[in-house]
């Protein structure tokens, strides 16, 4: 990993630091554009919410476990929504 990807990667710290849950993984399906979210190992979800907004929220006996992320790459970035506003 270069300077210019860890630069990225330390650009998102304080947005993690707000994420209220104290551990959290991810993975990245590039070619379905996909973002998994999960905050609990294993997770075992027993239900599901699809949301208008391309986001499925996963609970497991009613507590988020995770968040799926379709079309994650035409989202926009917090601070590009943050000059906008």
């Known amino acids: ?3 210019a990807e860890v630069k990225k ?3 998102i ?3 993690l630091l707000e994420v209220p849950y104290p551990r959290v993984w991810t993975t990245y399906d590039k070619e379905a554009d996909v973002l998994y979210i999960n905050f ?3 997770s075992r ?3 599901s919410e699809l949301t208008g907004d391309d986001l499925i929220i996963r609970y497991e006996k009613g507590e988020v476990v995770g968040i799926t992320v379709l079309n994650a790459s035409k989202r ?3 601070s590009q ?3 906008k506003s």
Request: no cysteine.
């Open 40 to 42: 609990k190992k294993p």
């Open 81 to 83: 929504r943050r000059k």
């Open 13 to 15: 710290v304080p947005e």
């Open 1 to 3: 990993m270069g300077t």
């Open 45 to 47: 979800a027993d239900d």
């Open 9 to 11: 990667v330390l650009a």
């Open 76 to 78: 926009k970035r917090v």
